[in-house]
């Protein structure tokens, strides 16, 4: 479980860097960039990934998660910003039930009425931690802000699909997969800041890129636990899953009424609540079956 717990500290402080990035004036896209930089040598170094024949590879997940990662991590990054680092977490979080809900309308697994149940606390979760109130934490009207939170939801979902089509691709080994996507990620974020430059409607500055390669290693942290959390609990997948999504939350909560001083209203206090109940009930199922049979 350290494997576990470091790896939800590493997501919780990526969250923490993204908060930070405007009260010390940081380009978010810059540093974005810059962080796939520092994933690609971290990469290299640690999982030395070959690059065999990839004519057979999944190519177009690549060129998608390429694409989708540096899109959503901004997106994550004005969530974060606008919603704070606590509702920004449990949609992150709830994520997971997009791909589930795939597994029953796409690939034909059938529901269970405790799987159900738990997707629709999901859900409600959602709901009831959007940010419902006039302002937002700006001080702003708070308008849409609540669509950061939907893209989030449905972009990690559609990331988790993704990935899984990945790592089931047995032919290339999941580390290669990922270096050669992080390539892509940065190598499209590259091409966009170049743009951006070329307009000048924004200027390089060293601060960017530091703080990019300080949020790349705080990210590639909570992938590397995270990866090496089910190698070593490989018989207990739900394990790994639960505790890092409730983990997350509870941290990230903390982190956010406590550090920052974010405040939640008693519906999105409930939703809290909801989310982790939701995570329980759909990675111990066979417990609730239990108790209802």
């Not at 390429?66 to 449990?90: M, Q, S, W």
């Not at 997707?119 to 308008?143: H, Y």
């Not at 802000?145 to 032919?171: E, H, R, T």
Request: aromatic share 16%; proline share 4%.
């Amino acid at each position: 479980m350290f494997y576990v717990f470091l790896s939800i500290c590493f997501s919780v402080v990526v969250s923490i860097f993204l908060k930070l990035a405007r009260r010390y004036q940081i380009d978010v896209f810059q540093a974005i960039t810059w962080n796939y930089s520092i994933a690609i040598l971290l990469t290299w170094v640690i999982y030395r990934p070959q690059l065999p024949h990839l004519q057979a590879a999944p190519l177009l997940n690549y060129t998608l998660l390429g694409f989708l990662f540096p899109a959503l991590f901004i997106v994550i990054a004005a969530a974060v910003k606008n919603t704070g680092i606590v509702r920004t977490d449990v949609a992150q979080r709830l994520s997971l039930f997009i791909p589930l809900v795939a597994a029953f309308l796409l690939f034909g697994e059938k529901p269970t009425l405790i799987r159900v149940i738990g997707i629709a606390l999901g859900f409600a979760a959602i709901i009831c931690s959007i940010p419902w109130g006039k302002r937002d934490l700006n001080g702003r009207k708070s308008g849409n802000s609540w669509i950061y939170l939907l893209v989030v939801f449905v972009g990690m979902g559609v990331i988790d699909i993704l990935l899984k089509q990945v790592a089931a691709f047995k032919a290339v080994p999941f580390a290669t997969s990922l270096f050669i996507i992080f390539i892509l990620a940065f190598v499209i974020s590259l091409l966009r800041l170049f743009y951006l430059l070329s307009t000048k409607k924004i200027k390089f500055s060293w601060p960017h890129i530091v703080f990019g390669w300080i949020l790349g290693i705080a990210n590639f942290g909570n992938i590397l636990f995270y990866i090496k959390a089910h190698q070593v609990l490989a018989n207990n997948p739900s394990i790994v899953f639960s505790a890092m999504n409730i983990g997350v939350i509870t941290l990230g909560t903390i982190v956010g009424l406590f550090v920052f001083k974010e405040r939640l209203s008693r519906l999105n206090k409930a939703g809290i609540v909801l989310a982790i109940i939701a995570i329980v009930v759909i990675y111990y199922p066979e417990f609730f079956q239990k108790i209802f049979s």
